[in-house]
């Protein structure tokens, strides 16, 4: 969550370990950013919201995608990442079919947010495996609430991802956790925070808490397009209440963890567990 230091006689701004949504920063005020002060030693729950570790972590994810993407012939691109290749095109893009700008404004955003908080150029491996580990653990709760409504929620909507290939389908799997969570959470959740605490002079805590439901409303009205009203009243609350739950995730420990939870889950949903609820 961002915290903002003034220094009394420089007045420059420092931002915490787990600040690197230097977009709030950047949208609040004219700021310059200042060095932070080295730790002797940095917590794992540190540095896994770093941008750096962010971006080292999701880069295979990314890559995956969009290569899968492109050798499919682009027609397991999913709707948020087509949403997002059609508002690049709105400023005359190439005409590429938007093919790589979804992980590029990922990659790019977070070595953006790298250099403005200026942490070390190093990565730790013991800190990428643990953010693994805790993706698959978060997304155990997800799993586990899917199966108690019935169905997986998830692989009960009216989709064509169950006549894709094993591949195919890991392929949406990653992208939606990709592309989703950028969307719903990074861009979503920001803009709201600055709304709040920028224009309405709301505390970070109420900023972000309303950037969590209103992003978790509009995620579950997402799963219901094109076809509005195709999606049960039992499969609509299940992704409200995972958009708030990934929200959560998102706000305390950054996106890359609420990324790997989210692509973690369908990943399961959609290849080892919708076999057992056909």
Known sequence: MPLLVVGQRQSKV?????AYDVIIACMAQPIRFAKQGTA?????????????????????LIIF????????????????????VRFFEMFDMPPTQGLWLGGIVIIT??????????HKWKIKIFVLAGMAIESVTLAIPLLLFGAVLGG?????????????????????????????????R???ILGIHTIACN?????????????????????????????????????????FAAGIYLGFIYVIRGFGIAAGTHATYDVVATTLLASLVQ
């Open 14 to 18: 420092k931002l915490d370990s787990g």
């Open 40 to 60: 002797t030693k940095q917590r794992y729950s540190e540095l896994s919201r770093q941008p750096l570790y962010t971006l080292v972590f999701l880069f295979p």
């Open 65 to 84: 995608y969009e290569v899968a993407l492109y050798s499919t012939g682009n027609h397991i691109q999913i709707k948020a990442h087509d949403h997002l």
């Open 109 to 118: 955003t977070l070595f953006i947010c790298h250099i403005f908080t200026d």
């Open 152 to 184: 997986y929620s998830a692989t009960a909507t009216p989709s064509a991802i169950h006549s894709l290939g094993l591949f195919e389908k890991i392929a949406v799997s990653i992208g939606a956790g990709l592309y989703e969570e950028l969307i719903f």
């Open 186 to 188: 990074m861009i979503l």
């Open 199 to 239: 224009m309405f002079k709301r505390s970070d805590s109420t900023g972000f808490g309303i950037g969590v439901i209103v992003s978790a409303i509009l995620f579950a009205l997402y799963h219901d397009l094109p076809n509005t009203g195709s999606l049960s009243a039992i499969v609509l609350f299940f992704f």
